[in-house]
Nanobody, 117 residues
Framework: VQLQASGGGFVQAGDSLRLSCEYS?????IGWFRQALGKEREFVGGVNWNSSITKYSDSVKGRFTISRVNAQRTVFLHMDNLKPEDTAVYYC??????????????WGQGTLVTVSS
C-alpha cells in the first residue's frame, strides 16, 4: 500500500495551492492531515470512496476543497486564501470506515507548505 503526497511549496498569504495524493489502494477513505512545527498533527479534511462525503476541520472550512478522481487514483486538496497559520507538512492517509479524524491505517510521506505573510 502506497500513498504519496505532492504539490507543496512556498506561497504568499492569500494565494492558492493544490496538493495531490496518489494512492495504490481502492475503496478507502482518504484523509488529509497537517503538522506544524512544534504542534500536534491535526485532521484537515477527508473524502470517502465515491466522493459522496467530504468533511473539513473548522480551521479550513470554506477555504479548502477536497476532490477525488478514482480513475487516476488521486485525491486533491485545493487550498484557497492561504494564511501563514496554514504552514505545515501535509500528509495524506487511508483507512476503511468513516470520513473524519482518528486512526488511519496507511500514511504517505508529507509535503511542505509554507505560507509567507
Amino acid at each position: 500500500v502506497q500513498l504519496q503526497a505532492s504539490g507543496g511549496g512556498f506561497v504568499q498569504a492569500g494565494d492558492s495551492l493544490r496538493l495531490s495524493c496518489e494512492y495504490s489502494i481502492d475503496n478507502y477513505v482518504i484523509g488529509w492531515f497537517r503538522q506544524a512545527l512544534g504542534k500536534e498533527r491535526e485532521f484537515v479534511g477527508g473524502v470517502n470512496w465515491n466522493s459522496s462525503i467530504t468533511k473539513y476541520s473548522d480551521s479550513v472550512k470554506g477555504r479548502f476543497t477536497i476532490s477525488r478522481v478514482n480513475a487516476q487514483r488521486t485525491v486533491f486538496l485545493h487550498m484557497d486564501n492561504l494564511k501563514p497559520e496554514d504552514t505545515a507538512v501535509y500528509y495524506c492517509a487511508a483507512r476503511i470506515g468513516l470520513v473524519g479524524p482518528g486512526h488511519y491505517l496507511y500514511w504517505g510521506q508529507g509535503t511542505l507548505v509554507t505560507v509567507s505573510s
